[in-house]
């Protein structure tokens, strides 16, 4: 009788280990297919070849031009544009958990404007280009840390960050550094364009294997020392007091997976620019999918925002080369933000 | 066992709690209560490792809890929040399964040996039904008792429960309070409640601490912390207390500080001899109908003399199960000569009230109007070997008017002025 009542859903373990295979597959498959999809057509044969090369430590033989662009243009910024999407996604589930609120942004924290305003002024300041090309990447990451500390600073009293007073904090600080950013541009002259082009979001400035590795590695460590609080997590949203009692040091919560958080979106955002609204919807999609899990949540977010990341640069690149990816993704991420707005079952 | 130990608390630098003690065992029930604002919630935060003491110290067998890690403790003891809201909607299941998180390491899953704790806390709060239903779509009584489940799944010593019966319907409160008294029993645990209702307090806890403005007014079971004096010391309010004839525990009517009927209305002043509940309806309808009405003799504890001092009547008072003295004797016949009518009620005469009798036959050779309601019949309701018979007759025949019963009599008083 009593093992009648059990529930259906298997156990967590088995969603787990279900979702991450199935979604990661299907994310292997995009990133072949995406290096595969582009204006100019590698024929399949020259991958083959060129793979043995590689893979044997030789330098390319046959076609070595179609080689290059397939292993040294298409794959690095394909894998790019994984490790962004990932770090987008794990970080704005992480903060919408932490926050309760299914509408925070791992821009909300304020570390977008930081690193856009660093990585704006190593352009007016020609820097980006040395520290061998990653000058631009290393300051955009540094101001971006340097702007979490400064609001997590602002959020804390007695201490103890308050989930409000951060938000604000990190309104504000934005604000103030978007505004900052706007001034560099209006004195920058001809570095405006790039300023401006690399604020759209876009996956084809630093797709560099040594970028890509370092992105990479943060990305990664950040997103394991988010998961490590995926549990915590699922306890506050019974609220911190009783989070508290149940175990959960609430203040190292939330002052890790708020510099985690903050650490991974700053590395995207240092190499992509500000690619808006996959941080903020893909983990909406995941939720609706999964359930709210965060040890579920957390990593099926991740491969998804991966996933989508890549289809939607693959569709700016065939859109133009030049066409930024976060204009696209905010053209389909807004509208469908509204339709789940308006479709919400119940009040949040 | 839970202690603690002359605690001050509170948020900035004026604390809300004073030098508040208690000692929580195993297998004890105990209850706190305290008019709104009296520290109630604060206590629990200061026991539950969430709000540090100013002063004092809260021991965990011995130990103080500040000194230990949150999981170490979340295992031994197990908080019931007030306010039960989930921002994100977990299965019912999910949020049992909370309650074994302080046994799991930072990324160990459940084991089965965790989903059967919680299907058996589940059985036991019979919330099982519902355990792939999202929380957030519950009842408040469900979502009660799924919070319950998930503070046994932690499998505390100690549980604190913040006012479990808030917000809920009776029958929510009763099946709450049940399983909290049934838990703590069966699974041996030091169960504190935080309760508003005095009443629900008395009726289960075995010890109860009355909290006032942030101090510890009264501590011990429930018949020497629920008394008039310290509920009105505790929340400015007169209250009756009696003791519940089925419970046998301290039972608490609230009284209204609005005058129960409005001033008298009319001139003629009745005086009621009543006693044995005979005259509790008649003293209110006859405030009502603007009638101002005295009311002697009545034995405290009688339902009559509950109702007359509820009602706020001039009254003469006997002590308990006493026969009427000649002071009180005294004072009833001044009421009924200083009244225009007097009313007897049916009430079961013996030797110790049949001067109520000799007080109705004085006012009536005083010339005062006297009215018999003669429901029982007289013979029915002599306990006197026929001297109140004999009485009545007397005042019968010197004119006093007998009345089939209660109806009539207000129907023939409702023409007076």
Known sequence: MTAARRPALPSLLVRLTGAVTGLGVFLLVTVVLAAYIGAERVPLPVILESARDLLAGRPLAGDSRLAQIFWYLRLPRVAMGAIVGTALTVAGGSLQGLLM????????????????????????????????GAGRCVVGFASGALTMALVIWLARSRGRIHRDAFILAGVVVGSFMWALVTLLMSISGQDLQTIVFWLMGSLSAEADWRVVAVVGAITGFGCLALYAYARDLNLLSL???????????????????????????????SVSGVIGFVGLVI????????????????????????????????????????????VLTALLGAPFFFYLLKTRPRAA | MLEAVSLTVGYGAEPVVHDFSLSLSRGQFAGLVGPNGSGKSTVVRALSRTLPPQRGRVLLDGVDIYRMPARELAKRLAVVAQDSAVAFDFRVLDIVLMGRSPHLGRFSLETARDYEVAYRCMELTQTAQFADRPVTGLSGGERQRCMIARALAQEPEILLLDEPTAHLDINHQIEVMDLARRLT??????????????????QYCDHLTLLAAGRVLASGPPHEVVTEDRIRAAYGTHVQVRLHPTTGRPYVTLLSRLPVAPPPTRQTRIHLVCGAGTGVHLMRRLRQLGFAVSVGVVNVEDTDQIEAEALDLSRVEEAPFSAITDEAHRRNCELAQAADVVIVTGIPFGPGNLRNLEAAARAQSAGRRVLLIDDPPISARDFTGGKATELQGRLLEAGAEALADEAVALAELESLP
């Open chain 2, 185 to 202: 029993a069966e699974r041996e645990l030091g169960t504190l409640v935080i309760l508003h209702d005095l009443n629900l307090a008395s």
């Open chain 1, 283 to 326: 983990p909406h999609i995941a939720r609706k999918l999964f359930g709210p899990d965060h040890r579920l949540l957390l990593p099926a977010a991740g491969l998804m925002g991966a996933a989508f990341l890549v289809w939607a640069d693959t569709l700016a690149r065939g859109i133009g080369e030049a066409f930024p990816v976060g």
């Open chain 1, 101 to 132: 609120n299914p509408l925070a942004d791992p821009y909300l924290v304020g570390v977008s404007a930081g690193a856009a305003l660093g990585a704006s002024l190593a352009t007016v300041l020609h820097f980006g280009h040395t520290l061998g």
């Open chain 1, 239 to 269: 609220g911190e007091e009783q989070a508290r009692q149940l175990g959960v040091e609430t203040e190292a919560l939330k002052l890790w997976v708020i510099v985690f958080a903050a650490l991974v979106t700053a590395a995207a955002v």
